[in-house]
């Protein structure tokens, strides 16, 4: 069982940045980032395993998901944060990155709180 501890999130105003980090205790394929905004369902944000990246619509040419596998970290840069943005960000992981794009996923963090202010 891979933990996985997330930490970066923080207030923000709009058009600011943040940058998430996301600690496994071991190697995961790979890995994610979803969020979930109160009243709605998790969403995916981005994922990356192996040599392939997908991005969320919603977060295209602003968010850039990274790793460092020897560290076993992700990472998640947001910049030109917006309002929509507020949601608490997971972190996750995967033994097939198929389960992660299709929102699925065998490990999860805790949630680290972003909130985008107007």
């Known amino acids: 069982q891979v933990q996985l501890v997330e930490s970066g999130g923080g207030l923000v105003q709009a058009g600011g940045s943040l940058r998430l980090s996301c600690a496994a205790s071991?190697?995961?394929?790979?890995m994610a980032w979803f969020r979930q905004a109160p009243g709605k369902e998790r969403e995916f944000v981005a994922a990356?395993?192996?040599?392939?990246?997908k991005y969320a619509d919603s977060v295209k040419g602003r968010f850039t998901i990274s790793r460092e596998d020897a560290k076993n970290m992700m990472y998640l840069e947001m910049n030109n944060l917006k309002p929509e943005d507020t949601a608490v960000y997971y972190c996750a992981g995967a033994k097939q990155y198929v389960r992660l794009v299709q929102g699925s996923g065998d490990y999860w963090g805790q949630g680290t709180q972003v909130t985008v202010s107007s």
């Open positions: 071991g190697r995961t394929y790979a």
């Open positions: 990356s395993g192996g040599l392939q990246i």
